[in-house]
């Protein structure tokens, strides 16, 4: 379903080129929940911009479900991303200005949809993670899981093929980080909605199917015994 081939990704040139990331090959199947971890500085998190098109790759491919990301020109790109991709980041993304439905309605008024069907989807997933009596609060008005949880109904009110999830607890406590990768996890079980998610927490990165270890820009391994009862899905490339 998310197929990496040989990315590379520099930054700067010379004596202070940084290699980010080191031909790096990746399958992830459709369906699956896995995390990306490794120390500070390793390109897991450059990995999953490259993976989403948040990015551009020095070198290398990547395909999810056929489509050819950096193949493609960057309208067809954005469009991909919009309708096929959700997103759940570290600072919520937010708008402030907006009201929990207005935040989770945006992706689909960007798609075309009317203002009314726009909003009913977005009660939807709203009632999905539980907030359908916060509708009409503002992010200031609202926890961080709360403004957390937000963002994942944003992220799955399209109902991506995949979603995004850069160190998606890193800023709650303890307990509110258990509950918003339950609620991932829900959605993966429930809706069979490919989830990749970046995390320096391994209570956290236990909960998914597959691990995904990283160092000096290079994917060094990949537990394949996470959940023993499930079929190997993510799995290094090995060409």
Same mark, same amino acid.
């Not at 500070?40 to 551009?56: Q, R, V």
């Not at 503002?138 to 937000?150: D, E, K, M, T, V």
């Given at each position: 379903?998310?197929?990496?081939?040989?990315?590379?990704?520099?930054?700067?040139?010379?004596?202070?080129?940084?290699?980010?990331?080191?031909?790096? *090959?990746?399958?992830?199947?459709?369906?699956?929940?896995?995390?990306? $971890?490794?120390?500070?500085?390793?390109?897991?998190?450059?990995?999953?911009?490259?993976?989403?098109?948040?990015?551009?790759?020095?070198?290398?491919?990547?395909?999810?479900?056929?489509?050819?990301?950096?193949?493609?020109?960057?309208?067809?790109?954005?469009?991909? =991303?919009?309708?096929?991709?959700?997103? $759940?980041?570290?600072?919520?993304?937010?708008?402030?200005?907006?009201?929990?439905?207005?935040?989770?309605?945006?992706?689909?008024?960007?798609?075309?949809?009317?203002?009314?069907?726009? *909003?009913?989807?977005?009660?939807?997933?709203?009632?999905?993670?539980?907030?359908?009596?916060?509708?009409?609060?503002?992010?200031?008005?609202?926890?961080?899981?709360?403004?957390?949880?937000?963002?994942?109904?944003?992220?799955?009110?399209?109902?991506?093929?995949?979603?995004?999830?850069?160190?998606?607890?890193?800023?709650?406590?303890?307990?509110?980080?258990?509950?918003?990768?339950?609620?991932?996890?829900?959605? *993966?079980?429930?809706?069979?909605?490919?989830?990749?998610?970046?995390?320096?927490?391994?209570?956290?990165?236990?909960?998914?199917? =597959?691990?995904?270890?990283?160092?000096?820009?290079?994917?060094?391994?990949?537990?394949?015994? *996470?959940?023993?009862?499930?079929?190997?899905?993510?799995?290094?490339? =090995?060409?």
């Amino acid at each position: 379903m998310i197929q990496a081939k040989q990315l590379t990704k520099t930054f700067g040139a010379g004596e202070s080129l940084v290699r980010a990331l080191k031909e790096v *090959n990746l399958v992830i199947e459709q369906g699956e929940m896995v995390s990306i $971890v490794g120390p500070s500085g390793c390109g897991k998190t450059t990995l999953l911009h490259i993976l989403s098109g948040i990015d551009n790759p020095t070198e290398g491919k990547v395909y999810i479900d056929g489509f050819d990301l950096y193949g493609a020109k960057e309208k067809a790109r954005s469009a991909f =991303r919009l309708t096929q991709m959700g997103f $759940v980041f570290q600072s919520f993304h937010l708008i402030p200005v907006l009201t929990a439905l207005e935040n989770v309605a945006l992706p689909l008024i960007g798609q075309g949809l009317s203002t009314k069907n726009a *909003n009913d989807k977005a009660r939807a997933a709203l009632k999905q993670v539980s907030l359908e009596d916060k509708l009409n609060s503002r992010p200031a008005q609202l926890s961080g899981g709360q403004n957390q949880r937000i963002a994942i109904a944003r992220a799955i009110v399209s109902k991506p093929t995949v979603i995004w999830a850069d160190e998606p607890t890193g800023s709650l406590d303890s307990h509110t980080s258990q509950q918003i990768v339950g609620l991932l996890r829900h959605i *993966n079980d429930t809706m069979g909605t490919t989830i990749v998610m970046v995390t320096h927490d391994l209570s956290i990165s236990k909960q998914t199917d =597959r691990i995904i270890h990283m160092e000096n820009g290079r994917i060094i391994n990949i537990d394949a015994d *996470n959940n023993s009862d499930l079929s190997p899905s993510a799995k290094l490339v =090995r060409e």
